[in-house]
């Protein structure tokens, strides 16, 4: 399953482009039931739409699904921000550290970056942001839509892209850090906020 989600967000298999299990049998060298199982898989954290009696397609990209999605996740970004600045500990402070550190190290502007990478240590990070607040059932909602939002980003976030087309970050990642450890929570809010703004509107030119 793994293989396929990555190449669906790697554009190797394209928004729209139907799935057939025999060519992608040949495609990653495996047997039909567990390519089927891998579709279903995927279908249900919505990678692929299954259409009855005429097959199966890797979903499709829109303009008003990726606004709900950031949308979706401004709103529980919000809520989980304010929470884990009230609630957060020192492990909390600890881990966002971390986190930060870790993706500073990746510059996704260079063409060599790996990308899966990247967006795993970017995740990591904003996922670190919320942890302190101590609201596990927000949190999965959040994991969910941050999920869907990955396809997009990667429509933005791409090594084939020159230089000054791909994604920089101008320390905005730092900026929200610290003022999510200064415990300034106007100005936490309101940088995840423009950053989230930001991708939205960069993606939005690419779709």
């Known amino acids: ?31 039909a039931s567990p390519i089927r199982e891998a579709l279903v898989q995927l279908s249900w954290r919505r990678y692929v739409d299954f259409a009855p009696q005429k097959g199966c397609w890797v979903s499709p990209v829109s303009v008003a699904e990726l606004e709900d999605l950031f949308d979706s ?9 304010k929470r884990a600045i009230e609630k957060g500990d020192e492990a909390w402070e600890l881990e966002i550290l971390t986190s930060f550190h870790k993706l500073s190290r990746i510059n996704p502007a260079e063409s060599e970056t790996n990308f899966k990478e990247w967006e795993l240590r970017h995740s990591e990070f ?5 942890a302190g607040s101590q609201s596990p059932t927000m949190l999965g909602l959040y994991r969910e839509v941050y999920e869907q939002i990955e396809r997009y980003r990667h429509i933005w976030v791409s090594q084939h892209r020159a230089y000054e087309e791909r994604y920089h970050d101008n320390g905005e990642h730092e900026a ?7 415990k300034d929570t106007e100005r936490a809010l309101g940088l995840i906020s423009k950053h989230s703004d930001r991708a939205m509107e960069m993606i939005k030119a690419y779709l």
């Open 73 to 81: 996740c401004q709103e529980l970004s919000k809520v989980l921000l």
């Open 126 to 130: 904003h996922l670190a942001l919320l």
């Open 176 to 182: 929200m850090m610290k003022a999510v450890l200064e």
């Open 1 to 31: 399953m793994e293989m396929i989600r990555q190449d669906i967000l790697n554009g190797e298999l394209s928004p729209g482009q139907k799935l057939v299990v025999a060519e992608l049998k040949d495609r990653y060298s495996v047997g």
